[in-house]
């Protein structure tokens, strides 16, 4: 089954639209609270079409990506009650659970490896706010996290150029439905823990 490519192709032609910057921040703030594509696959064709400004646009990322990751806070914290149906669609609640007993004892830390990894950063978001952590330390653990995150991924792409879709397209697949299998391990792997 063909997905990866056909989704690579699809954002490597909207990076390239002049609003490219509006929908990479759109993209970035909404992955943060609920949806479930991440923004990188995004950024790295826009980085690869105009790699003077990876800087740049590692930047918008991050920024619309802390401020989803805020509102995302705020519902944790304030509407708790309403969120709870899109933990339990998601099938994120066990997963909720454990990252808020985690909050307890790392906080900051906590934060920090969701914003930098491709774990649901959007289940640490509304569990910061409902667990209680520091908006100053949630807003500094997303920060350097998703900053350090995302100016990687666009400064690789923007430093390998034309070498990185000749490396990486045709393997796309492989490489997508990998990602998949990694984090299905690692799901696998904190179900079989707790």
Do not use: N
Request: with cysteine; proline share 7%; hydrophobic share 55%.
């Amino acid at each position: 089954m063909r997905l990866f490519g056909p989704l690579y192709q699809r954002c490597r032609s909207w990076a390239a639209h002049r609003h490219a910057p509006a929908y990479l921040a759109g993209l970035s703030a909404i992955e943060s609270v609920i949806f479930p594509i991440p923004p990188d696959v995004m950024l790295a064709p826009m980085a690869l079409a105009r790699p003077e400004r990876w800087w740049r646009f590692g930047l918008i990322c991050t920024l619309a990506s802390v401020l989803g990751g805020m509102l995302g806070y705020l519902l944790g914290h304030y509407a708790l009650e309403w969120a709870w149906p899109w933990i339990e669609h998601f099938g994120q609640v066990q997963t909720y659970e454990r990252v808020q007993a985690l909050f307890v004892t790392y906080g900051f830390w906590i934060v920090f490896v969701a914003a930098f990894t491709p774990i649901p950063y959007k289940v640490f978001t509304i569990a910061s706010g409902a667990a209680g952590i520091g908006l100053i330390p949630f807003t500094l653990g997303s920060l350097i996290g998703r900053g350090a995150r995302f100016l990687l991924v666009a400064g690789i792409a923007a430093r390998l150029g034309p070498r990185f879709e000749q490396v990486v397209l045709p393997r796309i697949e492989a490489v997508g439905w990998g990602m998949v299998v990694v984090l299905l391990l690692a799901i696998v792997g904190l179900e079989l823990r707790g």
